[in-house]
């Protein structure tokens, strides 16, 4: 038995602070884009292009940051990404062209994905016993991270400018970013359980990224999760403008707060509950299970939204269960790919995986193209719920049975796991 150390969750605490800290990143964007189109008279879509080019970056780049973090250990990497981050929103906020707010989406995204790939590899490997879990807290701090933020971005954005969001929020989240970057470390041999004292089946090999990437289970995990990160990212990236066009942003619902305000708080909250929450689901029913559940429920909620979000409280409630049941593919696809590829070269093989949310984020403007097209928002969601659908599928009929035929007979030349 592995001996017991409380440093694993000083380790946990400080990745989710960090991913805390690079949240509104993405989920605080959509805030800035209508103000920026009036301010520059640049088109939304052309705006939307800076969206995909930081999550392109965020993504493409991990298995470099993962490579790095297997190696000399997460703290240079994230501390680096701390700099990346303040750098990026500061140079957002002073763009006076497209072409220098794509730099600046560039270095936020190399910034965010070296904080990101870090702090997911350090949850996988210092809890294989409770993986899901770990990794759905630590991706919570950056789903839910922004719900901390969201109105006092809109205040001073609405008060300031958003150059001056764009300066102090960087700033400060970049800051606390590189300070605690400091403390964290991978794991000692003996220091974690051995996959045969956990509940979830676990390849007893480690793969490298090269075994790894022959598998036919790494690639169905990686349509996967290009089919449930596009229509995710569709909706984070659009909410505020469908609020808008649904006639619905600025109604106010509770207390003084808007649609909007209401609606991007609950759905930050709603975002990074579903993480641990279909994390330690996943840690105890499976994970195909689990995401044939969530995903399941996911492609309900588009359809929903797209046939009856035009009210104020519907608007509310049906945003919010697309971010409950999308969220998770943060914990679920980490966890089943460690559980699957093993865990000595856990941060390069999952960063490997993360890129698919790269390409999934080239699909997010054509959201926009087929609203434009049709005139409104019905198409988006109808073509969302389907890819959702399609995932179930995929995951109950085709990766369940490959992985357990994979864990059942190892590739001969993987590693021993550690």
């Not at 054509?366 to 609203?371: H, R, T």
């Amino acid at each position: 038995m592995a001996r017991s150390t409380p440093n694993r969750w000083g380790q946990l605490i400080t990745a989710i602070i960090c991913m805390v800290m690079i949240a509104n990143l993405q989920y605080g964007w959509t805030l800035f884009v209508h103000p920026m189109a009036a301010a520059n008279k640049w088109v939304v879509a052309d705006i939307q292009i800076g969206f995909s080019i930081f999550v392109a970056l965020e993504t493409w780049l991990t298995p470099i940051d993962g490579w790095l973090a297997d190696r000399i250990g997460p703290k240079l990497v994230v501390a680096v990404g701390g700099i990346l981050v303040a750098l990026g929103w500061i140079i957002n906020g002073a763009a006076t062209s497209l072409s220098m707010l794509y730099v600046g989406s560039a270095l936020t995204g190399a910034g965010a994905g070296a904080v990101y790939a870090s702090c997911v590899g350090t949850a996988v490997k210092w809890f294989p016993d409770k993986r899901g879990l770990a990794v759905g807290l630590t991706a919570a701090g950056f789903g839910a991270g922004a719900a901390l933020t969201v109105i006092p971005i809109r205040e001073v954005i609405a008060s300031s400018g958003y150059s001056t969001a764009f300066f102090w929020f960087g700033l400060i989240q970049g800051a606390v970013v590189f300070l605690v970057a400091w403390y964290l470390r991978n794991p000692e041999p003996g220091e974690v359980p051995k996959p045969t004292e956990v509940k979830v089946i676990q390849s007893a090999s480690s793969y490298t990224p090269g075994q790894m990437l022959a598998t036919p289970v790494f690639w169905v995990l990686y349509i996967m999760f290009i089919l449930v990160a596009a229509s995710g990212l569709m909706a984070t990236a659009q909410v505020a403008l469908v609020a808008r066009d649904y006639g619905v942003a600025s109604t106010v619902v509770l207390g003084g707060i808007t649609t909007l305000s209401l609606a991007l708080l609950v759905d930050n909250v709603a975002n990074g509950a579903a993480r641990p929450l279909f994390g330690w689901i996943s840690d105890n029913i499976g994970r195909e299970n689990t995401m044939a559940l969530a995903f399941g429920l996911g492609g309900i909620a588009y359809w929903l939204l797209g046939q009856a979000g035009t009210s104020p409280w519907a608007f509310v409630v049906f945003a919010a269960l697309i971010f409950l049941t999308w969220g998770e593919i943060f914990s679920l696809f980490p966890s089943t790919c460690t559980d699957s590829f093993g865990q000595k070269y856990a941060t390069t093989n999952l960063s490997c995986l993360y890129t698919a949310k790269g390409l999934a984020a080239f699909l997010v403007p054509i959201a926009n193209v087929i609203k434009a097209s049709t005139g409104s928002w019905h198409m988006v969601f109808v073509i969302t719920a389907i890819m959702n659908f399609v995932t179930v599928a995929l995951a109950l009929f085709v990766l369940k049975p490959l992985r357990s035929r994979q864990v059942a007979a190892p590739i001969g030349r993987a590693a021993p796991a550690e």
